[in-house]
Each structure stands twice: as C-alpha cells, then as structure tokens.
C-alpha cells in the first residue's frame, strides 16, 4: 500500500487575494514563489509553496495537496484510491487513525507527529483553523506580540492543549479563516509506542489513549475556546 508522507499545501479561495498574501508575508513570514492571474503560491520552507491562494466568492479551504514518496508510482496510487470508496483517509492516503480520538472528533496522522489532520463532526462542512510550527515557547511569545502590533487580536490562548500537549495560540486572519500558531507538538516513538516523554505529561510514560470529553483534553491551563471560535 502507497501512503501519504505529508500534506504538501493547502489552497484557499478568497474575496481578497492580495490582503490574504501580505498577511501570509508580512504577518505570518511566507514567502510569494509564484503568482499568476489564477493563484499566488506562498511557501514557509524549502518547497515550492504550501499554501495557495485564488479568488473566490467567500473564505474558504477548497482543496489539500498530499505528498507521496519519491519513489512511490502515481499511477499506482491512482489506481488504489479508484479501489475505494468510502474511508478515503485511511484505506487510500493510509493515514493512521489514532487511538485518542472520541466520538466527535478524530485525529488522523502520518509519521511521528501528534496529528495532520483533526476532523470533527459538527453538522456543517467547513474548514475550522491552519496551524503553523514555532519554534517553542519564547517564539509564540515573539509572535503573540508581533500580532497585536499588527493589529491581530488573539481569539484563544495562549494555552496548552491536553490532547497534543502542544502550546497554541489562535487568530483570524483578514479573510477571517483561523489560523493557530503552535510550538512544542507530541511526537510518538513508532517503536517503543509513546511519546517522547516531556516533563508536562500526565501519564509516564504518555501512550496513545481515549481522551475524555473533559476540558482538560481542550486546555490544560483551564480556559476554554469562546463561542467566537465557532463562527
């Protein structure tokens, strides 16, 4: 079976192309490596880009670009998603359902990280928030402060989420798309079956689990998203 090694990019269509870019440049530091009269393509690494933007009627993530492995055949993978109908997630892009997931929600992942992609059953399609990696916890402090003198207020955080246990901290971009900025992310050991131990967990060591819905697995530092989050 072909799997999935990461999601690549994420594509936005948008009412205002040029406002969304330079909040993604001059904001969030991406950097525009192409631009034609259909999309503007901004990448935060060395790869071609990882987000890209188009016009269109309202803010909204349309489609998420996944990478396979360089030796990996297209036209075998084409072949296995053709073979499969339902649970595309995991039986085609072979993402891992995680063990911690509840009944309305679930995390699906590839490779060590914690979570790529969180899907949550609220009765409505659409996209809830993009998250983008610090470098730890004095780099979400830097950035916190540059938002605010920029003119981005904070709609949660900064906090600690239980499930993850990752540092976040979450806004609305112009578009008014969430974006969450985040720093110190579980990762799992595939082969001892935990997570690097970090002197925050609550378990020793912190495996895979059935989070309760307690607000804990939201924020361990005790406050919860506001209703504005929901929007």
Known sequence: MIRVKKIAHATYELPDVEQQAQYYTEVLGLTVTDKSKEAIYLASTLD??????????????????????????????ERQVKAHVTKFYCDVLGFRVSDWMADFFSFLRCGPDHHTINLVETGSNRHF?????????????????????????LLWGPGRHGIGHNLFAYHRSPAGLITETFAELDRMNEELGYFEPRPWHRDNPQKPKVWPKDPSAANLWGIMPPEEMMK
């Open 129 to 153: 928030h993009t998250a983008f990696e610090l470098r730890d916890w004095a780099h979400l402090q830097t950035a916190c402060d540059y938002l605010s003198l920029n003119g981005y207020q």
């Open 48 to 77: 071609h880009h990882s987000v890209v933007l188009k016009r269109g009627a309202q803010a909204q993530c349309i489609r998420i670009g996944f990478q396979l492995g360089t030796d990996d055949d297209l036209g075998e993978f």
